[in-house]
């Protein structure tokens, strides 16, 4: 079963038409600061956008000289807009923790904050939406690397990057977070641009085109967000693979042994030197807190450092851990899907079932063999390369929530910068899953129920909770 | 088939479901608005093992009542005890009456500092009888653990000023609350209802650094920068400021643009219900979700707006986890009180409740609330209604597109 190219591209336009209406809702539905930290982050960008009268001893007509100014500005904006609803998101988090600090910058922050101020949206609510649609405009674009990108991977008429936009447009939590005001947008498109990248590479072979913009993107998508990082050994890996041919080829075993030892020494300084461990853990963004234990010992391979924290929290007789460590991964998993607000707005448990029987089945269609793997090297390679993405995305996820940072949740929006090989990964199992002759009712009937159940994440629940109206 | 003809399958297929879906929903039944609720601090009580029960009274402001939502907490557990939530009629001839005022909006207005030389007081009128004590929302956490706060209960007559002394309550520091309500207890007055009092706050041994807080609101908020709500003041008294210059006498100060009120609350035995269970629902053990609002239904209950009822919840055999209620151990409803196996207890447990209302009616205040305050287009009930039209119609698109066959 097959698509046309024109056939293509009407679907992936109306997808994305459909991702712009679900954006809309969302970015209607959810009040302000309806998702994670969407205050602080507003009023960062804020700074942003006045820092220069700021810096000049200057105030705009509505606000004061000082970063509490700015603050206050929208927290009077949020209070206005609130009035009537039955609760507040958080009322006493809205002074709390707000005021912005010049030192938090991120290229989001930047990026809108000159655009409101060159736009001239002083209106505090006004520029509220603004970003929120803006930030809509980066999911669709998401949506569409997504789309162009498994086109690489798959023969010109494959539904597959079809099926990979529609996993992507019809996530509610994606849709929910495109739609509110979050540097995870910017940082989604960044790795999102990145695998495009790799996929054209990996598709349309070596270039000095490709490998540039590989490069680039990988540059661009670390700039915007640390943990980006991620993606650097996939570089390493892919380079290693093409290259196993012309370099490695007849090595000898002293050559694989000086590989060997290399990574082992190269491990262990990460594991046991804490300057190192710090560098490194600095690096890739997460806190380095706990690497500054004063209890740390500087003797290589002594006591300290990871392994410490590895030691303290990796604990496997403790029924504890693995209690804690089902908890993260369910967490994960439903607001991987659908969890709304901060962390309390979920459908109830059974709404998510359909969803993940859906997921569950492209999953399990990945680990079939691959039949013939001559008749689809580019996608079988894509396939192995997506796992590893992946898998280190989410490795990355759980590493830093279960050592680094034990009292946090592993939330699914730290998974979207992966979005790519995700979407890419299923749809490719799914349709392979199933005999040529059902594919396209099955996967029509997958859309359909991937749809739906974004139908009951947004009026079953997220309404529901927010205005307290069971219609 | 053609791929028109298989389009419009799917928008006939796909229109059906969303018919269904909508009946679900929307249609279903009468339409519920949420009107009173006690948000979670996602505290445990223990557990509802048999022959536990935990329970709060309410008052139900709205319509017919209809639903009372309890969160819950099952640990991660995915099956749960089903539970039983019994719904019981007080008689409580009061139950509109401010009989605990409450704190308004979410912040305060001024934080006054009790030390020596600086007492304060505040007039109320007492709603019912055996008043048993006053809580202030203080901070104490710059007073020193052995100093002395004293509390005096004055009766309040307008020819003579003070009036009669009523009741004294001396508290250290160290065995109040840090920051929160703190009770200041005596022995009940039998006869307090529709009575006028005025307590008075001081401190004999407390220097300037070493305040003893206490919250009150303004009237009129003086920054219009500042970011809380405003407030309203006590119908029933007012704030009185002493002289420093002249104690220990107090002296009432008649108007004052920017003073408003104390925050305080009032100590009165809990009314517990005495009439038979009206409503009794039960809910599965597998549909009770873990740490969120857990959906009781049942029949409206015709003539219950106003009313005062309670809720008193147990877990039934079964399969799974024993559920824990979620609370706050600090008093924070005013209406009502929690109440562990039949016992009144501080604290609130966290709930909410629905009552009827007529569904264009329920239609109108959500595009009001989805719609209100935003700019342009965004929230307008028409646009949302055609989206989700909108949305059907792109979907069957993408879905005749996908099942269009080609070789």
């Known amino acids: 079963m097959s698509m046309t190219g024109a056939g293509r591209q009407w679907a992936l336009l109306a997808l994305l038409a459909l991702f712009a209406a679900r954006g809309w809702i969302y970015a209607s539905v959810l009040p302000l600061n309806g998702m994670p930290d969407e205050l602080e982050h507003m009023a960062q960008l804020r700074l942003v956008q006045y820092q220069s009268l700021l810096d000049q001893g200057q105030h705009h007509p509505s606000l004061g000289v000082g970063t509490w100014d700015v603050a206050a500005d929208l927290a009077r904006a949020f209070n206005r807009a609130t009035v009537g609803t039955p609760q507040p998101e958080r009322p006493y988090g809205v002074a709390a923790g707000m005021t912005p600090h010049s030192r938090r910058s991120s290229v989001y922050y930047t990026a809108l904050g000159r655009l409101l101020g060159w736009i001239g949206v002083n209106d505090p609510l006004t520029a509220w939406y603004a970003c929120r649609l803006v930030s809509l405009g980066m999911g669709l674009a998401v949506i569409g690397l997504v789309f162009s990108g498994a086109s690489f991977l798959c023969p010109p008429k494959s539904p597959v990057p079809l099926l990979a936009a529609a996993l992507a447009g019809l996530i509610p939590q994606f849709a929910a977070l495109a739609a509110s005001v979050s540097p995870e947008n910017l940082a989604a498109l960044a790795a999102a641009l990145f695998f495009w990248w790799a996929a054209r590479l990996l598709g349309r072979g070596i270039s000095l085109l490709n490998i540039v913009g590989c490069g680039l993107a990988l540059i661009a998508a670390v700039l915007v967000k640390k943990t980006a990082l991620f993606l650097s050994p996939l570089i390493i890996v892919g380079l290693a693979a093409r290259l196993k041919g012309r370099f490695f080829r007849g090595r000898s075993g002293l050559f694989w042994g000086g590989v060997a030892a290399a990574s082992l020494l190269g491990i262990s300084l990460i594991l046991f030197y804490p300057p190192l461990a710090n560098r490194v853990a600095r690096i890739i963004g997460l806190g380095f807190y706990r690497t500054y234990d004063p209890r740390f010992d500087w003797t290589l391979f002594g006591q300290p450092g990871l392994w410490e924290i590895i030691h303290d929290q990796i604990r496997l007789t403790d029924p504890g851990f693995w209690f804690h460590l089902k908890s993260l991964t369910v967490i994960f998993l439903k607001s991987l899907w659908a969890y709304f607000g901060q962390m309390e707005v979920t459908p109830d448990w059974y709404w998510y079932l359909p969803a993940g029987l859906v997921l569950l089945a492209g999953a399990v269609g990945c680990l079939r063999p691959a039949a013939g793997v001559g008749d689809d090297p580019v996608g079988h390679r894509a396939t192995i390369y997506s796992a590893l993405a992946v898998g280190l995305a989410g490795g990355l996820i759980f590493i830093r929530h279960v050592l680094l940072f034990p009292g946090t949740l592993a939330q699914g929006r730290f998974l979207f910068p992966a979005l790519v090989p995700v979407c890419f990964l299923w749809a490719r199992g799914f349709w392979r899953l199933w005999p040529d002759r059902v594919r396209g009712p099955v996967a029509a009937g997958a859309i359909g129920v991937l749809w739906l159940s974004d139908q009951v994440a947004v009026w079953g629940a997220a309404v529901e909770w927010f205005y307290r109206i069971s219609p | 088939m053609s791929v028109t003809g298989r389009t419009i399958i799917g928008l006939i297929v796909g229109l059906a479901l969303s018919l269904g879906l ?343 205040l959500l595009g009001k609330r989805i719609g209100g305050n935003k700019p342009g287009w965004l929230g307008r009930p028409k646009v949302l209604l055609g989206l989700v039209v909108g949305q059907l119609v792109l979907l069957g698109l993408v879905l005749g597109l996908l099942l269009r066959r080609r070789p």
Request: charged share 20%; net charge neutral.
């Open chain 2, 22 to 364: 909508g009946w679900l929903f929307l249609l279903s039944g009468p339409a519920l608005e949420c009107r009173e609720e006690q948000p979670s601090w996602k505290y445990h009580l223990g557990a509802l093992v048999p022959g536990q029960t935990a329970g709060q009274t309410i008052i139900n402001r709205g319509g017919d009542l209809a639903r009372v939502d309890v969160r819950l907490g099952t640990f991660g557990w995915p099956l749960a005890k089903p539970v039983r939530l019994d719904l019981i009629p007080v008689d409580d001839p009061l139950p509109e009456q401010r009989y605990r005022p409450m704190a308004a909006g979410h912040g305060v207005g001024w934080s006054f500092r009790i030390y020596r030389g600086q007492p304060m007081g505040q007039t109320f009128v007492a709603h019912r009888p055996d008043l048993k004590g006053i809580y202030l929302l203080i901070n104490s956490t710059w007073t020193p653990p052995e100093a002395v706060v004293t509390l005096k209960l004055w009766q309040d007559e307008l020819a003579v000023f003070p009036g009669k002394l009523l009741r004294t309550v001396k508290l250290k520091a160290k065995d109040m609350v840090q920051r929160g309500f703190q009770l200041f207890p005596f022995e009940p007055i039998v006869d307090s209802a529709g009575q006028r009092y005025l307590f008075t706050v001081e401190a004999d041994d407390i220097g300037p650094g070493q305040a003893l807080r206490a919250q009150f609101l303004t009237e009129r908020w003086q920054y219009e920068t500042w970011p809380y709500k405003r407030a309203f003041s006590y119908p029933d008294g007012q704030c009185v400021l002493p002289f420093s210059e002249m104690p220990p006498e107090i002296y009432k100060i008649a108007t004052n643009s920017w003073l408003g009120d104390i925050i305080f609350r009032l100590a009165y035995p809990p009314v517990m219900p005495t009439e038979p269970v009206v409503r009794s629902v039960s809910k599965p053990g597998w549909r009770i979700t873990d740490n969120d609002f857990n959906a009781f239904t049942f029949k409206p209950i015709p003539g219950s707006q106003g009313k005062a009822y309670y809720f008193r919840l147990r877990a039934e055999p079964g399969w799974g986890i024993a559920p824990t209620p979620m609370a706050d151990p600090v008093d924070r409803y005013p209406y009502g009180c929690l109440t562990i196996n039949g016992v009144p207890s501080h604290g609130s447990m966290s709930f909410r409740t629905y009552h009827t209302a007529p569904q264009e009616q329920a239609w109108e």
